[in-house]
């Protein structure tokens, strides 16, 4: 299942959802042009979140904590390939602009950074012992998609479905969409080469934080 599309529309223009799309973007080609000649891996183990070196910062090695601290942001800007960062992008488009509308752009900023935080430390507990970098943005977008089931339920999202040879565009509920993409990572959470514990940290995370970053909604007085 592929989404493309939300039938909600925003009331803001969504600054920080293009802000944050388009880093992802300039960070992608400075690491293709800037680094076209260096091992992809040389540029992961730097700026990618190792756990196994954020285990040793922080039982013996106290003095590189800051630099194992940093990656957990670093990495969030990072991506294996087109791929990788254009499905990341497609969701953050689509369901981020309306969190960012609910919320306001200030408060986007921090709960979409607290939510790759979250997602860091998730997949960071349940494998402190690896030594394969984590990269990517779907942590904190994942934090995003939680929000978003909690904030639209019943949104109608546009998605592409692959059916063995046949491809068709139908409606879901967000409800479904999102509780589905949700089991997914529940079922695969055991697999390799992707961090699936980031994904449900993440979207734990939205799901029960984002009525902390809702502005109070204050009753209207009557006129008399």
Known sequence: MIPIKDNIPSRTFPIITIGVIFVNILIFLWQKLAFGGIDSQTIYKYYGLVPQELSMAITNRH??????ILTIFTSMFLHGGI???AGNMLYLWIFGKNVEDAVGHKKFVLFYL???ITAAIFQFLYDPSSN???IGASGAVS???GAYLLLFPYAKIKTVLFIIIFIKVVEIPAILLLSIWFLVQLLFSNGEGVAWYA???GFIFGLLSIKLFRPAVHPIARRK
């Open 63 to 68: 003095e590189l904590l800051p630099y194992n």
């Open 83 to 85: 791929f990788h960062l």
């Open 114 to 116: 607290l939510s790759g």
């Open 132 to 134: 394969i970098p984590m």
């Open 143 to 145: 934090g995003i998609l």
């Open 199 to 201: 994904h449900i940290g």
